[in-house]
């Protein structure tokens, strides 16, 4: 599929009198497009819902929008928490989906009266005595081994420090039950990223099963099964994006084969997607400023890996489109690069792409989600803006860019930088 960026050449020349590159931009049609056809391919489940994984973008303007199309939110620590108390979520809007959790964050939690997912057995007694066990209450499990989805390998279970063993699983729901808790949830994320219409469907089929044992051993009642993160994007235009209807019937399929028939018909289906809910509707443009010919031809843009991290963290292919070329032939090849002194700091590596000359602009494509979020500041580099192009074309300012002073803030209890000249 080739890859259009939601934004012209023409709107970024005028987005940029205003907001200067580099700066995120996210797309609000797309966002509410994607949101709306999921809830609909998961219509079928009478409590579904989606609980967008904060971590992926966590900015409020953004959790707003998905609000509005019925999100709730999964959180993973204190500040996530904080600020999704800040935009109205509450109780059963929250999902608390930690791991090696400190004290103070399962205390927020449980006063927001968030659905709290343990990751582990010992989790339980902890939580007890810094918070109290909740009425209602998540396991998570792990597999172990790897996970296979007909031949294919997807991921590797039993090296991740997530989540608890079936039999675990299980004795933590007798002591839970024992503690007070009187409704249980199932979750589990068995692979990231995947670009296949059965990841869902088959971990649905692990995790209904498991429902069902569980039920037949501890007799608690189950209230939701939540499937977690995991429904990828294709970054590369030659893979074909999932269907998120196929996807619901699939899960469906699989509901009323092992679900059904066990008396579990009324258990509510959740997911935690991040990167399938934003990934798509987010971009970084970049502005081409020096390039050099040595033994590679490199193209240099004015943002860096603190922008847009996965290419030097995972080697991951982000596609780029240079704007206003789009139709142009791919007869350059470059190394795209930010200006970070390391070696992997390069958005693109031996790349084809239309010959790129200074001042072109660069839409880097699928970084809504693991993006801006990733962000750090290596090199004393600060972090962009984020924008939003809203539904009716006009731009708004939703994260304003990092200044020096943003930089040096965690030195204010010092006088030593007295003489900083701003
Ligand atoms: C990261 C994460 C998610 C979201 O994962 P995506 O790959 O962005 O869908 C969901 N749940 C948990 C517990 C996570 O850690």
């Known amino acids: 599929m080739k890859k259009v960026p939601f934004v012209t050449k023409e709107q970024v020349e005028e987005i940029v009198k205003t907001y200067p590159t580099p700066f995120h931009i996210y797309d609000e049609k797309g966002i509410r497009e ?26 409020p303007y953004i959790m707003k929008i998905l609000q509005e199309e019925g999100c709730g939110v999964d959180c993973s620590s204190l500040t996530e928490l904080m600020l999704s108390e800040a ?14 959790t400190p004290a103070e964050e399962y205390i927020k939690a449980k006063e927001l009266g968030a659905y709290i997912n343990l990751d582990d057995i010992t989790h339980i007694d902890f939580l007890n005595d810094v918070a109290g066990i909740p009425e209602t209450i998540c396991c998570r499990f792990n597999p172990g081994g790897v996970f296979k989805m007909g031949t294919d390998i997807m991921d590797n279970p039993g090296d991740a420090k997530y989540g608890m063993t079936k039999e675990q699983l299980i004795e933590a729901f007798q002591r839970l039950k024992e503690l007070g808790a ?16 059965e990841y869902y469907p088959t971990l649905a089929g692990i995790l209904f099963s498991l429902a069902v044992e569980v039920k037949e ?27 998120i209807v196929v996807i ?14 066990n ?9 935690e997607l991040g990167r399938f809910m934003l990934g798509p509707y987010g971009g970084l443009v970049v502005k081409a400023i020096h390039e050099k010919h040595i033994y590679k031809e490199y193209i240099g843009v004015d943002a860096c890996a603190v922008n847009l991290m996965r290419p030097a963290m995972y080697g991951a292919y982000h596609h780029i489109t240079v704007l206003g070329k789009e139709d142009a032939p791919c007869d350059h090849t470059y190394d795209v690069t930010g200006s970070l002194c390391e070696n992997n700091d390069k958005f693109a590596i031996d790349r084809k792409l239309p010959k790129i000359d200074m001042g072109d602009y660069l839409f880097i494509h699928d970084a809504g989600a693991h993006g801006f979020a990733m962000g750090y500041n290596y090199n004393g580099k600060l972090k962009s803006a984020e924008l939003l192009l809203k539904e009716d074309g ?12 943003d930089y040096f803030a965690t030195f204010d209890f010092s006088d030593i930088l007295k003489n900083m000249k701003w």
Request: include cysteine; hydrophobic fraction near 35%; charge should be positive.
């Open 394 to 405: 006009s731009v708004q300012m939703i994260r304003r860019a990092e200044t020096p002073k």
């Open 34 to 59: 994607n949101a709306r056809r999921m809830k609909e391919a998961f219509s079928w489940n009478k409590g579904f819902r989606e609980y967008f994984a904060v971590k992926a973008t966590p900015n």
């Open 87 to 100: 935009c109205g979520f509450q109780g059963s809007d929250i999902m608390f989906s930690s791991n090696v």
């Open 217 to 243: 051993k501890t007799g608690v009642e189950l209230a939701f099964i939540n499937l977690s993160g995991g429904i990828g994007i294709p970054y590369t235009p030659d893979k074909e994006p999932n269907d």
């Open 182 to 197: 009187k409704r249980f949830g199932i979750h589990s994320f068995l692979a990231s990223n995947t670009v296949t219409n």
């Open 248 to 261: 619901g019937n699939g899960v469906r399929e699989q509901f009323e084969k092992i679900m059904v028939p």
């Open 263 to 271: 008396g579990l018909s009324d258990v509510a289906i959740f997911t």
